[in-house]
């Protein structure tokens, strides 16, 4: 293997290779038992206790395929505009690895389920990158090893490993694109953007929550390059697993510069996996890529094939929900907002929160002002997305309503939020502990005006004159003496009727 210290320049890379990519995301369905057996799916259990004959591998257990799980992926197949097979077989793939407990993968091979589909993505500047899918194919997860005694939590320098098969047979549906040529330097753009958008169809349908910090969705990022785009393709290496939409980007970005530096060097791009660092966005070697003869693919002999009736697969059809795209474009038009204000709100992962707290009675611009404003700070600083926030739709709309209806404002409704947040109650219980409410005694805010006024005779003079822009600090004076409970606007309008002065 050639080794280098430094990478090459992105642009440098760009204007010497042409990088084409192919992404292979593994989803793990939200069935609650097995693909093959009945042991449940459910998180959190003791290690190796969700198992059985059949999900370890014992002599003699047969298995029987889940039909949710075949449902889950043709649900998936035809929202990818694939063909769905109207008769295919599983396949064993054969490995030894200790999370493997019967040394062989059920998976499919040469006769997927879904085939020959296509994703259209949008980029931040609105333009639409179509990626060609190859095949959406249905297979079993493996066990989980942890590896104990060493400093980066790999196999290499621990002493020794423990593995639990609780996670070995999960559902899963392994959904491959075909090459994505033609991105160019937009490439590691392009593949955020379409796994991004491939999370949004899979929580559509409701056949997974998608989670990609929780590994209910990863990422493998193949990558190679070639001289130009006429050339052949060039050897390829994979980044397994990565588990987040910035990393997808990371690792592709991170993929050209070290292809790139290792080609100019007169060096050998080698086949072979290769870990991502979420710490600098590197990747390190795993291990050679064996090609598909090496996992000697043979037709699994204790499942029979799967055909789905056609009528089944137009029922299911039929019941496919909208599609994120069509459903953002629709919401925008809905919302009077730009393509940029969008994508800022899918990024931040605020559009369901947005649409379930309209339904929940918030106006909708209120709606985007809080989840977009000060609940997407919260999550930033929490490094997490809004819609994880221990904040529920109902209860921004009912804060929305509070402040519609004048009993709080906006920096009163932060406080509110901020509560609710910090596990304190409702928006109503937070108010009435905290004490939060405008004041909007007529009596109380006269006082505090009059106050407001004599303590400051100068600028109360300059209004007088003329000079109404200067009413500002006599009310930021009436706010601070009511510990910002005051409605600023009332406030303002009781000021100038003081003083006799009319604000147009």
């Given at each position: ?41 459910e998180?959190?259990?003791?290690p ?34 694939c ?5 295919c077989r599983?396949?064993?793939k ?50 989980k ?10 196999i ?56 990609m ?5 990863r ?100 019941g ?8 953002r ?11 940029h ?91 009435e ?17 009059d ?24 009310v930021?004076?009436?706010m601070k ?20 002065v009319?604000?147009?």
């Amino acid at each position: 293997m050639t080794t280098f210290t430094e990478l090459l320049s992105y642009e440098d890379a760009l204007a010497s290779f042409d990088p084409v990519m192919g992404l292979e995301v593994h989803v793990e369905l939200g069935t609650r038992t097995k693909m093959f057996c009945g042991c449940s799916t459910e998180l959190g259990a003791d290690p190796n206790s969700q198992t059985c004959p059949v999900c370890l591998g014992l002599p003699g257990a047969l298995p029987v395929v889940n039909e949710i799980g075949i449902e889950s992926a043709i649900k998936i197949g035809l929202a990818l505009n694939c063909e769905i097979a109207e008769w295919c077989r599983f396949a064993r793939k054969n490995y030894f690895y200790p999370d493997m407990p019967k040394n062989f993968q059920t998976s499919q091979y040469d006769e997927p389920i879904a085939f020959n589909g296509f994703l259209d993505v949008q980029l931040e500047d609105g333009e639409i990158f179509r990626v060609e899918i190859e095949r959406a194919h249905m297979e079993e997860d493996t066990g989980k090893s942890l590896h104990v005694g060493g400093a980066t939590g790999r196999i290499h320098g621990a002493s020794h490993s423990l593995l639990d098969y609780n996670r070995a047979g999960i559902p899963l549906i392994e959904i491959v694109t075909k090459p994505i040529e033609g991105a160019g330097e937009r490439a590691p753009e392009v593949a955020k953007a379409y796994v991004a958008e491939l999370r949004e169809v899979i929580k559509a349908l409701g056949v997974s929550e998608a989670r990609m910090d929780k590994g209910q969705m990863r990422c493998d990022v193949n990558l190679s390059l070639r001289p130009t785009p006429e050339s052949a393709f060039g050897t390829r290496s994979e980044t397994k697993n990565v588990n987040s939409l910035r990393s997808v980007e990371r690792a592709a970005r991170y993929e050209i510069r070290r292809h790139a530096a290792v080609l100019t060097s007169g060096g050998t791009i080698v086949q072979e996996t290769r870990h991502f660092h979420e710490e600098d966005g590197s990747t390190t070697a795993g291990r050679i890529k064996d090609n598909a003869e090496d996992y000697r693919y043979f037709p699994e002999p204790d499942l029979v094939p799967v055909a789905p009736a056609r009528t089944w697969v137009e029922e299911l059809r039929g019941g496919l929900p909208e599609m994120p795209r069509t459903r953002r474009n629709r919401l925008r038009e809905e919302w009077g907002v730009t393509e940029h204000d969008m994508q800022s709100i899918l990024n931040a992962g605020a559009v369901d929160s947005i649409v379930a707290t309209t339904e929940a009675g918030a106006d909708s611009a209120a709606a985007r002002k809080w989840w977009m404003g000060e609940l997407a700070r919260n999550a930033n600083e929490q490094g997490v997305v809004v819609d994880e926030l221990p904040i529920t739709p109902a209860q921004v709309a009912r804060v929305a309503a509070l402040v519609a209806a004048g009993e709080l404002n906006d920096k009163l409704a932060r406080q509110v939020l901020e509560g609710v947040l910090a596990g304190e109650g409702t928006p109503d219980e937070v108010v009435e502990k905290r004490g939060l409410k405008v004041v909007s005694d007529e009596g109380a805010l006269g006082a505090a005006v009059d106050e407001a006024i004599a303590g400051n005779a100068a600028i109360a003079d300059k209004i007088r004159g003329g000079k109404v822009a200067a009413v500002g600090a006599l009310v930021g004076a009436v706010m601070k003496t009511t510990r910002g409970q005051a409605d600023a606007a009332r406030v303002k309008e009781l000021i100038l009727e003081r003083l006799g002065v009319s604000e147009g």
